[in-house]
């Protein structure tokens, strides 16, 4: 009998303080590794820093909060980050010199796929990972037919 697989899904509510960014992360990070997502060292690096981008715009353009939804699809792991803003989220290429600005373009560069959609309250923004894929089974020699048939003896 073949086992039904069930979406796992973790939400929660994130209001800025000195940490909000931090925790909001680290959660995300935390809910990935609990649910054993089996995603590449480099991708687990690339998460964070995605997740502390987005959290951070929502925070900071959508009035202090928002809610995170991490699922785990058995495929992907989806984070999505709901605020109440309705403003376009924008990938920019800022100068060199100024210091903000590149959280998108980070998103856009190191998830697999991100997106965004307005809702009844403000907005969406979406990325997410693709799970690693599982390790190869190790090469065996194919079994060697040529060997000579064994042969009962006759006593």
Known sequence: MEREYRPLSNEFQVTADANAVRRARDRIVAVAAGWGVPLAPEARGDLRLCASEVVTNALEHGGGECRVTVRWTGR?????????????????????????????????????????????RGKVVRFAFAAEPAQAPPQTRPLDRSCAPLVARSS
């Open 76 to 120: 992907q792991l989806l984070v999505e980050v709901a605020d109440r803003s309705r403003r376009t989220p924008l990938v920019l290429c800022p100068a060199d010199d100024v210091s903000s600005g590149r959280g998108l373009a980070l998103v856009q560069a190191l998830a697999d796929s991100w997106g965004w959609e307005p809702n009844d």
